[in-house]
């Protein structure tokens, strides 16, 4: 995938879808990233919504029990048509239905945990080097993948490594 489609580069394609979702699921307009919770765990998913909530950031989770945290809203499948306005997925390999390559054609980054199928291909993001393509947990814990989305927060901050780390993504798929 290139990064630039005639003169409408991806960064411009993915705000603007980022847009339609925000009005089309009611988030708030300052939401900075939207995500996609796909963790299996009802213990861990329940803490990874609340810190995504708590720090800002909105998402929507795959599950089917109700939620009531803000700028968190569930949803049995997200559509295809969807996922270029997301910005990162938190997936944990346990949803056989979630099509890890088109997120990351998407341009999607991955927080996943280190032993994956596509391990690989996929390296952890180093902003000093601009390597990597994701953000990857070994210690299956709530608490160490919340970490990795702090990590993937305090990246994204600075346009360069946004910039980096969307190429890095959309060419290693």
């Given at each position: 995938?290139?990064?630039?489609?005639?003169?409408?580069?991806?960064?411009?394609?993915?705000?603007?879808?980022?847009k339609?979702?925000?009005?089309?699921y009611?988030?708030?307009?300052?939401?900075?990233?939207?995500?996609?919770?796909?963790?299996?765990?009802?213990e861990?998913r329940?803490?990874?919504?609340?810190?995504?909530?708590?720090?800002?950031?909105?998402?929507?989770?795959i599950?089917?029990?109700?939620?009531?945290?803000?700028?968190?809203?569930?949803?049995?499948?997200?559509?295809?048509?969807?996922?270029?306005?997301?910005?990162?997925?938190v997936?944990?390999?346990?949803?056989?239905?979630?099509?890890?390559?088109?997120?990351?054609?998407?341009?999607?980054?991955?927080?996943?945990?280190?032993?994956?199928v596509?391990s690989?291909?996929?390296r952890?993001?180093?902003?000093?080097?601009?390597?990597?393509?994701?953000?990857?947990?070994?210690?299956?814990?709530?608490?160490?993948?919340?970490?990795?989305i702090?990590?993937?927060?305090?990246?994204?901050?600075?346009?360069?490594d946004?910039?980096?780390?969307?190429?890095?993504?959309t060419?290693?798929?």
């Open positions: 995938m290139e990064t630039t489609t005639g003169k409408t580069s991806i960064r411009e394609i993915k705000q603007m879808a980022k339609n979702l925000q009005s089309m009611a988030f708030p307009k300052t939401i900075g990233s939207l995500g996609i919770i796909a963790i299996g765990d009802l861990k329940k803490f990874i919504m609340n810190g995504i909530s708590a720090i800002g950031l909105g998402a929507l989770v599950g089917d029990e109700p939620v009531d945290i803000p700028n968190i809203v569930n949803i049995k499948k997200v559509s295809q048509n969807e996922l270029v306005g997301f910005d990162f997925f997936f944990d390999n346990e949803h056989d239905w979630v099509d890890v390559i088109q997120y990351m054609r998407a341009g999607i980054v991955p927080i996943m945990p280190e032993n994956n596509f690989g291909m996929l952890e993001f180093n902003p000093m080097k601009f390597e990597g393509n994701g953000f990857f947990w070994s210690s299956d814990n709530a608490y160490c993948i919340f970490q990795k702090v990590a993937y927060t305090e990246n994204i901050k600075f346009p360069e946004r910039r980096v780390l969307l190429k890095n993504i060419t290693t798929f």
